[in-house]
């Protein structure tokens, strides 16, 4: 699947605002300010460093949908965001591969509302696959 491209690190964090300020003393730099998402009850910041970009998503509850996971992983990064021309093709190409959807495609307000879905590999982990709608915005 060559003509997947990494869009970011997916990282999660207990407090945003007070690893926002560890990774800008790393030299990372906020890439948009932190957005709330409602649906998966997180808060979202992207930042970047040389050519990379990080998201840092800090859950805001137990119940939010990766509440448990940061519980039970702590302050780690978890998943591989890959863009992908079209999100519906993509998810059944990686079926092939026997990923399983673990949150169904949606849509992400902190990507401009573009299409996210997630899924997981027992032998890769978790990924993320975001509908490039918009082209320029790589
Ligand atoms: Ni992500």
Redesign the pocket.
């Known amino acids: 699947m060559n003509e997947i491209r990494i869009h ?1 690190i ?1 990282y999660l964090v207990k407090n945003i605002e007070k690893s926002i300020e560890l990774f800008r003393d790393m030299g990372y730099d906020v890439e948009f300010e932190t957005v709330y998402d409602e649906w998966r009850d997180v808060d979202i910041c992207f930042l970047v460093k040389d050519s990379y970009r990080i ?1 840092l998503v800090a859950p805001r509850s137990k119940s939010s949908a990766v509440g448990e996971l940061r519980k039970k992983i702590g302050n780690s990064p978890y ?1 591989i ?1 890959y863009i992908v021309d079209d999100l519906d093709k993509a998810i059944a190409k990686f079926s092939e591969f026997h990923y399983v959807i673990w949150q169904d495609a949606h849509e992400a307000v902190a990507l401009n509302g573009r299409r996210v879905a997630f899924m997981i590999s027992g032998q890769v982990g978790m990924i ?1 696959l975001l509908e490039n709608t918009v082209k320029s915005d790589v």
């Open positions: 970011h997916g998201e998943h965001c993320e």
